[in-house]
């Protein structure tokens, strides 16, 4: 019998997006940043994500301001301090590569840059059904000023997870249900449903899974309206409810890091 190995999940990578994190801030070298990095953006040929467009450019980059942070399973003091994230977003690894590297130099040696990378994949679990009810009606991103909150949540899965075959790993996105039909589970999918519609979410997978010791599986990231934050947190609670959701049984969470998206350089590197 073959076997429901990983072989069979399609493997492409489609985007490639990092998340850059300033660990100090206030120096004479940031401010004398600004305009360099902006030049950065623009010569690379990335939108400000304040302004995303419609729809959304692929080639991106955001600037995010703390509002707060909570620890969680896996200590991360860098993101749980972090007073500033910066994202960015390209087809092109490259791009990735160069922007990573230049805020990195440009920001020393006053301030230095933590970065976690990631890829998009296709949506091995996904059918036309799942596409139509949790992806073809959620929400796009929005202007900064009309969904100004995000949230990055770090995680990875436990070597129990990684030891499943996909079949198996599979079943827990779903429902689950007795022999009389009766719900014994809502799964992933239903536990996130009230997101749906105001929770932009973006997802980045480490380049192998499992990631190397060290390093997280994904990077989750969601950004809403501010009446949308409840909803935000309603979703998180009923994720790690594994009465509701038993894949959280296999979720190890690095800090969940709360922030404010803002338009320019000079807004992002202002003193806290």
């Given at each position: 019998?073959?076997?429901?190995?990983?072989?069979?999940?399609?493997?492409?990578?489609?985007?490639?997006?990092?998340?850059?994190?300033?660990?100090?801030?206030?120096?004479?070298?940031?401010?004398?940043?600004?305009?360099?990095?902006?030049?950065?953006?623009e010569r690379l040929g990335l939108r400000?994500?304040?302004?995303?467009?419609?729809?959304?450019?692929?080639?991106?980059?955001?600037?995010?301001?703390?509002?707060?942070?909570?620890?969680?399973?896996?200590?991360?003091?860098?993101?749980?301090?972090?007073?500033?994230?910066?994202?960015?977003?390209?087809?092109?690894q490259e791009v990735v590569t160069e922007?990573?590297?230049?805020?990195?130099?440009?920001?020393?040696?006053?301030?230095?840059?933590?970065?976690?990378?990631?890829?998009?994949?296709?949506?091995?679990?996904?059918?036309?059904?799942?596409?139509?009810?949790?992806?073809?009606?959620?929400?796009?991103?929005?202007?900064?000023?009309?969904?100004?909150?995000?949230?990055?949540?770090?995680?990875?899965?436990?070597?129990?997870?990684?030891?499943?075959?996909?079949?198996?790993?599979?079943?827990?996105?779903?429902?689950?249900?007795?022999?009389?039909?009766?719900?014994?589970?809502?799964?992933?999918?239903?536990?996130?449903?009230?997101?749906?519609?105001?929770?932009?979410?973006?997802?980045?997978?480490?380049?192998?899974?499992?990631?190397?010791?060290?390093?997280?599986?994904?990077?989750?990231?969601?950004?809403?309206?501010?009446?949308?934050?409840?909803?935000?947190?309603?979703?998180?609670?009923?994720?790690?409810?594994?009465?509701?959701?038993?894949?959280?049984?296999?979720?190890?969470?690095?800090?969940?890091?709360?922030?404010?998206?803002?338009?320019?350089?000079?807004?992002?590197?202002?003193?806290?």
């Amino acid at each position: 019998m073959t076997m429901a190995n990983d072989e069979f999940l399609a493997d492409e990578i489609l985007g490639h997006g990092a998340y850059l994190f300033p660990t100090t801030a206030g120096s004479a070298e940031v401010s004398a940043a600004v305009g360099r990095l902006a030049a950065l953006a623009e010569r690379l040929g990335l939108r400000n994500e304040f302004d995303p467009g419609s729809p959304p450019a692929r080639e991106s980059y955001a600037l995010l301001r703390r509002q707060g942070a909570t620890p969680a399973d896996l200590m991360d003091p860098v993101i749980l301090g972090a007073g500033w994230m910066i994202h960015v977003a390209s087809s092109r690894q490259e791009v990735v590569t160069e922007f990573c590297e230049e805020v990195s130099r440009t920001l020393a040696p006053g301030t230095r840059v933590k970065v976690l990378r990631g890829v998009i994949r296709p949506k091995n679990y996904t059918g036309a059904a799942m596409n139509n009810w949790a992806y073809a009606r959620q929400v796009v991103q929005q202007p900064g000023s009309v969904m100004p909150n995000a949230f990055f949540v770090p995680l990875s899965k436990t070597p129990a997870w990684w030891r499943k075959d996909w079949m198996e790993r599979h079943t827990y996105f779903l429902p689950r249900y007795d022999d009389e039909g009766r719900m014994v589970n809502e799964g992933h999918a239903l536990a996130t449903e009230a997101g749906i519609s105001v929770l932009l979410r973006r997802t980045y997978r480490h380049q192998t899974q499992p990631a190397p010791e060290g390093a997280y599986d994904f990077l989750t990231y969601f950004e809403c309206a501010d009446e949308a934050v409840p909803t935000f947190h309603q979703v998180c609670a009923a994720l790690r409810d594994v009465t509701r959701n038993p894949e959280w049984r296999f979720v190890r969470e690095g800090p969940t890091w709360h922030g404010r998206r803002v338009r320019t350089w000079e807004d992002l590197l202002r003193p806290q």
